[in-house]
């Protein structure tokens, strides 16, 4: 839609971009180490988030269980870092948990669509968070692991907040990519029509397979900065509660906009841990803004609040929505 | 046109509501502590002692964390928050019953706050994250939770037990009483996560040391809402005596109930872990819960925490739970620490003096601290009675004086092995 209105509004996004990367390449000159961590969380869960919008704003799948693959990351790292493996090897295993985790996903969920997607998703997810809290042997229980250290390069605070922005500003610049290629294009078409893009040859569980494929190792990435972040790993990493948070980011920040995942774990985070320390009934100021802006969307409460701001009608007609 | 002009009505009104919402959540009360003026006279007191206390005000397990302030608060109320040279200074902090809000509020206490201890958390994974980071960061730790590792396999120096005994300490003594009241065969049943494997862990490995036999374990998942087939199990069950590990929630009351409804309280004695007859759940289930026997740190009718429990029911007008005695513990221990120093400490010092600290006011007994940071204390075997007003209590009716967290097994030999869990049970 950016390419009708190629002048203003690109521009604008562009100002926009450059303007919050300049501050967030100066906030760990300004700002104090705990804001910098906080800021650095919320890269890391945006990335999670953008795992989840990329299948829910392209393909129109929903899912309620993306956490599960970004723990099976987290507690590959985590297992091996804590069976004394070097670095390369505990990002191997990572990769190894990711792919497989991804794999059983898109197997078991390439033929569904809408609600029955979000369910099978959900399933899987609570098979992770039951691995992760049944086989203590492994991944120590209800107790997690501990003791999980970043590479010796990544150790400062500061060093970690610019490397988890690196990897943020690529994976966003890569999401956009493949958002333009016509495998983007193709997973649309799959969202707006699945019949029609049958009958034109597309073999749309492949496309969903591969969407969920690629989708879960940007899970996967975001696991493994999640544990670094916290030197940490539990099952609450997998839990339902961590699958649904970014889903409420993705909607939050308006389903399908690239910088959605990055404006709802904004929201989200600074809720749940800056705004906790000064209100008690935080949980309450989350469910109320999730309620307004489900109620207000259709296509992203920031959307509608710019067009409110900027006092324009919708110049096009709304997204489709998915068909179910 | 219409159609989009009703849609801006109805985000002007969402709006509205939203931003009405915020208002209403941002005038709740401050949880914050120092905000209360309690660190107010700094006339006498010259040094500023700061505390952070992580304790989870919201999510699954929010009552623990209003019980453990409570306790907290009841002591710095009662002795004034002066001691010594020092002035102590409390930030509470609400860790969300989740363990990335307890790091990250660690992080907050420690590099914004600059604390010199944190109290807390509660929960095993939260806890167990806290204490690596606090370490890192060289921040003594209290620990207010019972997951044995914080004080075993995950033993770190800057990192103290104040506020419990490890999970499978408590319930070690239970063993040994159940063969000593001639019980020869138990069966268990227990929650199926760490808290509950390190419950019937201590409890069948005391017991089975003692020269008993366990041929039936039982493990539920800790969201059952129905334990009746279990309790059908245990009833059926050809044994002298029962172990039930619970986790202190629902699941608590619910097994209370299945095993009052199926008769088993009748047939077969019953001795429970601290938690299944702690406060809430003796309120919550009533007179059924009367002559159960458990084994646990604390009984609120024992004579020497009688003057907390009085002091604590004359000011929140309840029964103390045993979270509220471990903060109000932990707060005594720390005060009487901090009376005999002239100034700040490192950490190592800090934990150092508190280990040495003289301890015999203490609500827990005689008690004294391992090589491993944690408690060798006093653990009571406890009777539900009810108290002449009625209200239900455990009081005191047999004592295992200097219970430490390896019972009588060589602590390296214990270490060495994996910790409990249903494939470890203790047999």
């Known amino acids: ?324 | 046109m219409r159609s989009t002009q009703r849609r801006g009505l109805r985000f002007a009104l969402a709006t509205t509501v939203a931003v009405a919402g915020l208002v209403v959540a941002g005038c709740a009360p401050s949880s914050s502590l120092s905000d209360d003026g309690g660190g107010g006279d700094a006339s006498t007191g010259g040094e500023v002692f700061k505390v952070g206390v992580l304790a989870p005000m919201t999510g699954f397990v929010s009552a623990i964390g209003t019980d453990l302030k409570q306790g907290w608060e009841l002591y710095w109320e009662q002795n004034g928050d002066t001691v010594g040279v020092f002035t102590v200074e409390t930030v509470l902090e609400d860790d969300a019953s989740s363990p990335d809000t307890a790091l990250a509020k660690a992080t907050r206490l420690v590099t914004e706050e600059k604390v010199d201890a944190v109290v807390g958390p509660v929960l095993a994974n939260q806890a167990l994250a806290v204490a690596d980071y606090l370490d890192q960061e060289g921040v003594v730790n209290l620990a207010q939770s019972s997951a044995d590792d914080i004080t075993q396999r995950e033993f770190s120096p800057l990192v103290l037990r104040t506020g419990a005994l490890a999970g499978s300490q408590t319930t070690f003594p239970g063993g040994q009483w159940a063969y000593d009241e001639g019980y020869r065969t138990a069966a268990t049943l227990c929650v199926d996560y760490a808290f509950g494997w390190e419950s019937c862990g201590g409890f069948v490995s005391a017991f089975v040391d003692a020269g008993g036999t366990v041929p039936l374990q039982l493990w539920y998942p800790g969201d059952a809402t129905d334990l009746s087939t279990y309790v059908t199990q245990l009833v059926n069950a050809d044994v002298d005596v029962i172990f039930a590990g619970t986790a202190g929630g629902t699941d608590s009351s619910n097994f209370l109930r299945s095993a009052a409804d199926f008769g088993l309280l009748e047939k077969t004695p019953v001795l429970a872990n601290c938690c299944t007859l702690d406060q809430a759940i003796l309120e919550d289930v009533g007179d059924i819960a009367l002559g159960i026997k458990s084994v646990a740190y604390y009984a609120e009718g024992a004579p020497q925490v009688a003057d907390f429990v009085e002091a604590f029911e004359a000011k929140y007008g309840i029964i103390p739970s045993v979270y509220a005695f471990g903060a109000y513990a932990t707060a005594q221990m720390l005060a009487a620490t901090l009376a005999g120093l002239d100034e700040k400490v490192t950490g190592e010092e800090l934990v150092a003096a508190i280990k040495s600290a003289d301890l015999s006011d203490s609500p827990w007994g005689k008690v004294s601290f391992d090589d491993y940071n944690n408690l060798v204390a006093p653990v009571l075997v406890r009777d539900v009675v009810a108290r002449d007003d009625g209200k239900l209590w455990n009081v005191e009716i047999g004592e295992f004086p200097d219970v430490s967290q390896f019972w009588t097994f060589d602590p390296e030999e214990f270490l060495a092995s994996p910790p409990f869990s249903t494939t470890r049970t203790g047999q």
């Open chain 1, 1 to 324: 839609m950016n390419r009708v209105h190629l002048t203003r509004r690109q521009l604008t996004t562009l100002v926009v971009v450059g303007v919050l990367l300049i501050a967030a390449i100066v906030l760990p000159y300004v700002a104090t180490s705990y804001y910098v961590t906080i800021a650095t969380l919320v890269l890391a869960s945006a990335l999670l988030a953008s795992s989840v919008n990329m299948l829910a704003g392209d393909a129109g799948l929903y899912s309620l269980g993306h956490a599960g693959i970004a723990a099976a990351a987290g507690y590959g790292l985590a297992w091996s870092s804590r069976q004394g493996m070097g670095l390369a090897a505990q990002l191997g295993m990572a990769l190894l948990l990711t792919l497989i985790a991804s794999v059983i996903y898109g197997l078991i969920s390439m033929r569904t669509s809408g609600v029955f997607f979000l369910m099978v998703t959900l399933a899987a997810g609570m098979i992770c968070f039951g691995m992760a809290y049944r086989w203590s042997s492994v991944t120590g229980g209800d107790n997690g692991l501990t003791g999980i250290r970043r590479p010796e390069l990544l150790s400062e605070y500061w060093q970690y907040y610019f490397f988890v922005l690196a990897v943020f500003v690529i994976a966003t610049l890569a999401l956009r990519g493949l958002s333009a290629s016509p495998f983007g294009l193709t997973l649309r078409g799959i969202r707006d029509s699945q019949t029609r893009m049958r009958s034109l040859g597309y073999s749309v569980p492949a496309y969903k397979f591969a969407a969920m494929v690629l989708s879960g190792l940007l899970a996967g990435v975001a696991g493994v900065l999640l544990v670094w972040q916290n030197e940490f790993v539990s099952p609450a990493s997998s839990s339902f509660q961590a699958s649904a948070l970014a889903l409420v980011m993705v909607v939050l920040g308006g389903v399908g906009r690239t910088f959605g995942p990055l404006i709802g774990a904004t929201v989200v985070v600074l809720i749940q841990q800056v705004l906790s320390t000064y209100v008690d009934r935080w949980p309450t100021v989350l469910g109320v803004l999730f309620i307004v802006v489900v109620i207000v969307k259709e296509s992203g409460g920031v959307r509608r609040l710019r067009e409110m701001l900027q006092r324009r009608r919708p110049s096009a007609p709304a997204r489709p929505t998915p068909e179910y």
